[in-house]
């Protein structure tokens, strides 16, 4: 199992960017897929969930109506779109699915909001 995030970097308050996550190694499409980030001197927290079909999805509170997760069942790529970004969204964003009872992570990608 591989997860290779991509699309983080700098963006000023209220800007915006996608976050991709290609994964390989395991039948993607049968699998939940989520996004998580650290920020510094904090505990890594759930962002965003979506299910393998894509018909289901789950938000952290402090992301709702900002966030927008999808995913690509043909490219194996799960994305984030960020917009409305807040200083505190500043943190390393990570790729996370459960196969076979085992969480597998990628290497994840910074996003730092800042003016």
């Known amino acids: 199992v591989q997860l290779v995030e991509s699309g983080g970097g700098l963006v000023q308050p209220g800007g915006s960017l996608r976050l991709s996550c290609r994964a390989s190694?395991?039948?993607?499409?049968?699998?939940?897929m989520s996004w998580y980030r650290q920020a510094p001197g904090k505990e890594r927290e759930l962002v965003a969930g979506?299910?393998?079909?894509?018909?289901?999805?789950n938000y952290a509170d402090s992301v709702k109506g900002r966030f927008t997760i999808s995913r690509d069942n043909f490219r194996n790529t799960v994305y984030l779109q960020m917009n409305s970004l807040k200083p505190e969204d500043t943190a390393v964003y990570y790729c996370?699915?459960?196969?076979?009872?085992?969480?597998?992570w990628g290497q994840g990608t910074q996003v730092t909001v800042s003016s």
């Open positions: 996370n699915t459960p196969y076979f009872g085992r969480n597998y």
């Open positions: 190694g395991f039948p993607f499409s049968r699998y939940y």
């Open positions: 979506i299910t393998g079909d894509g018909g289901s999805t």
